[in-house]
């Protein structure tokens, strides 16, 4: 049986949209995707502060699946305004992801599934020793 994780914060997501937070495949943990999105529906204007928000959501949630940042093995992250929002992004990024850095692609497209977020982080971990 896989074994799945989830902060406090997003069991709500969990409960209602039917999906894993973190879901456990033995030596990789695969993560859904996290936005800047509170408990409470709301997003912040200042782009930096809502994807610090984000990466303070993926960290709980990691926490909850007993990992951390440096566990993180590749990162794909989902922007809305890719180019105009970019370096608040890294700015944000490099204060929770340190060296040695994860795989990362980053792709603009048009809308995510909360209106007015700017971004989706979605990470995948290795367990440090294996399983």
């Given amino acids: 049986m896989r074994k799945t994780y989830s902060a406090p914060y997003f069991e709500h997501f969990r409960d209602e949209w039917h999906l894993s937070p973190a879901l456990d495949a033995g030596e990789f ?10 408990a409470d529906g709301s997003v912040a204007e200042n782009p930096e502060a809502q994807f610090r928000d984000a990466f303070r959501f993926l960290g709980e949630t990691l926490e909850a699946a007993k990992l951390g940042f440096e566990d993180v093995v590749e990162m794909t992250t989902y922007h809305v305004g890719l180019r105009q929002h970019l370096d608040a992004f890294v700015k944000v990024k490099d204060e929770f992801v340190k060296p040695p850095y994860p795989a990362w692609s980053a792709i603009g497209i048009t809308e995510l ?3 007015g977020t700017l971004a989706e982080i979605r990470v995948i971990c290795r367990r440090r020793g294996g399983a």
């Avoid at 943990?29 to 509170?38: A, H, K």
């Fill in 29 to 38: 943990v695969f993560f859904s995707g996290i936005t800047g999105c509170r």
């Fill in 113 to 115: 599934i909360t209106e």
